[in-house]
């Protein structure tokens, strides 16, 4: 609608000798409840106008009018300018643009962005918390990638450190020498099981200690298995051979794990950090900055930066014995990846109870005139929480992914076969649409929600065909491609139609939003966008659907090819919004 906006800025030179930007004009879409396509908010202009803000929209409104051609009409609602555009533009728009293959297609724009998302730990499973992190990280990267941005995926591996020493020391001690082949478990459920076997047989220690007279906070410190977990760590740093070997491969059959699953859930990386070979980085840049006087050295030689005067606290960047904390290798490893790819962006997806800690990074790194720091971003987002007693994790305390992922297929398949829709599929046939349909639900549940939202994610929930869900948007495109298959249809054949009913204009708005909805979902960062628009797309083309005949003998010619052309372009749009949450769209179900 650049032409109204255009016209609005002509508007006000030429009425109340103005200049005003594009920007200053705020464009809506007009509610159903008044006639009208586009909405100009009128209030701004009236300190230039010097008069109501209706009679300002009238004035405005009469100027869009003589000026525009395919502007029919307006009407003023206090403050609110409503501008009728032509049938004729409407068709136009369809056949023109909407039904052009690079529809919501944004050229390259010059810009590169990182979005790294996952960092799992290597000592156990992904679980509930990581599907919603990697979703979120995957989808907002395509829709970046679709607004014209250069985007890579990147992932840091958490592959160090007393977790995955728990887990290596547990399977000496206590696994016999099996592995992923010997025991058919997947390399990181194996890697988990020790994890927990750890965790157990560590408890049991505390408490023979407690029993002997020992505080709590005594029997963990002096535990004979924390103190071999410690010193097994200590062997990792200083490179023991024995050590390394076994750390090596049991990375490696958690790594083999992890493919499988993040191939399951439909997520790619182009690029892996690894914390085993990015711990050491940034004592350079923490020497940098003391010279600088951006940190201070304490007595006992530990590094400090003082961000009270920011509404902070004082920070610890390097301990006294000259090794790095979390936020060192944050500053180092920000900085390689910089190096690495010059990103004019950087999006870290990381759960909201790391906000204080990216704030802080993000603080120090601009302290140190790192003029890229500007361009990095927490995307933070909300716990997930199930109902009680929907799911059991196989360690007892989270969900795990993969037991998630194939109760989502097996709740698809019951739900589907339910419905009887089925019989004429092949086996291979129904598996993949049960993968469809439960996957789609998982996804699209999960990302529906705005991301710095906490969730309730209830499966059996998520799989209603009627409901605000994944599956009703891939049952309407299904439904779409039905319809086309039977009537023999192929986008392309020219308009006929002069005249819109409101149905057909309705749908025609709702898929002219589609660029637009991508844009904002880049600038907020949220497929939540994306995902709330396909659905209320999917409502619109269903309502059209159900009072618009499409096939029936008594519709004209020239109106079934016009609302083959609408179903043909409800279709592809869906499918793009969707393809844009990681999420595949049936041709039938």
């Known amino acids: 609608m650049n032409f109204i906006v255009e016209a609005a800025v002509k508007a006000v030179k030429e009425l109340y000798h103005t200049d005003i930007t594009a920007a200053d004009v705020n464009l809506q879409q007009t509610r159903k409840e008044f006639e009208g396509q586009v909405t100009i908010v009128t209030f701004p202009f009236v300190k230039f106008s010097r008069k109501g803000p209706e009679q300002t929209g009238q004035e405005i409104g009469a100027f869009i009018q003589n000026e525009v051609d395919v502007v029919s009409g307006f009407n003023v609602i206090k403050g609110f300018l409503n501008i009728v555009i032509t049938d004729a533009f409407w068709i136009g728009q369809l056949y023109n643009e909407i039904a052009s293959t690079d ?18 730990n290597t000592n156990k499973p992904l679980h509930l918390g990581h599907i919603r992190n990697n979703l979120l990280g995957y989808s907002v990267a395509e829709i970046l990638k679709a607004n014209g941005y250069d985007v890579i995926k990147a992932n840091l591996v958490n592959d160090r450190g007393i977790h995955i020493c728990k887990s290596m020391l547990a399977w000496q001690l206590f696994g016999n020498g099996e592995t992923p082949e010997s025991s058919g478990l997947k390399g990181d459920h194996l890697v988990g099981k020790y994890y927990v076997v750890f965790d157990k047989e560590y408890k049991k220690q505390i408490e023979e200690l407690k029993t002997a ?8 410190k002096n535990a004979p298995l924390i103190i071999e977990a410690q010193q097994m760590l200590e062997k990792w740093e200083a490179g023991d051979a024995e050590v390394i070997s076994l750390w090596e491969t049991m990375n490696s059959w958690v790594y083999a794990g992890f493919d499988q699953t993040y191939k399951q859930l439909g997520v790619d990386f182009d690029q892996y950090y690894y914390e085993s070979k990015t711990y050491l980085l940034g ?14 050295k304490k007595e006992d030689g530990s590094v400090w930066i003082d961000l009270t ?18 936020i060192t290798q944050d500053v180092g490893t920000a900085q390689l990846k910089y190096d690495q790819y010059n990103a004019d962006k950087s999006i870290y997806v990381v759960g909201n109870e790391q906000d204080y800690h990216f704030k802080v990074l993000f603080l120090i790194l601009q302290k140190l005139g790192k003029s890229w720091a500007n361009g990095l971003y927490h995307l933070s987002y909300g716990m997930v929480d199930l109902p009680s007693g929907k799911m059991k994790s196989r360690e007892g305390t989270v969900v795990d992914a993969d037991d998630l992922m194939a109760e989502m297929e097996q709740t698809a398949k019951t739900q589907t076969e339910e419905l009887g829709k089925t019989a004429d599929f092949s086996e291979e046939e129904k598996n993949k649409l049960y993968h469809t349909i439960g996957m789609g639900a998982l996804k699209y549940f999960l990302l529906k929600v705005e991301p710095k939202k906490r969730l309730l994610f209830d499966p059996g929930e998520s799989i209603d065909f009627q409901g605000h869900t994944g599956p009703f948007i891939q049952y309407t495109h299904a439904r779409i491609k039905s319809i086309l298959k039977r009537a023999g ?19 025609i708005l709702a898929l002219n939003q589609f660029p637009e909805t991508i844009n904002q979902a880049a600038r907020d960062y949220s497929p939540a966008v994306v995902a709330n628009y396909v659905y209320e797309l999917a409502k619109t083309y269903n309502k059209f659907y159900q009072e618009k005949p499409i096939l029936k003998d008594e519709v004209p010619e020239d109106v079934k090819q016009f609302r083959l052309t609408l179903s043909a372009t409800s279709a592809k749009v869906i499918s793009k919004s969707m393809k844009l949450l990681g999420i595949d769209v049936p041709e039938r179900m």
């Open 103 to 120: 529809f919501g297609v944004f050229a390259p724009n010059g810009q590169k962005v990182m979005v790294e998302y996952s960092s799992p």
């Open 309 to 326: 005067a920011d509404g902070l606290d004082e920070k610890l960047v390097l301990r006294a014995n000259g090794t790095s904390v979390y």
């Open 283 to 296: 004592k350079d840049i923490i020497d940098e900055g003391l010279q600088k006087g951006v940190f201070y």
């Open 489 to 507: 249809f192929e986008l392309g054949k020219p308009a006929t139609v002069t005249e819109l009913d409101t149905m057909e204009r309705d749908l």
């Open 213 to 220: 007279g020992q505080t709590e906070d005594e029997a963990k």
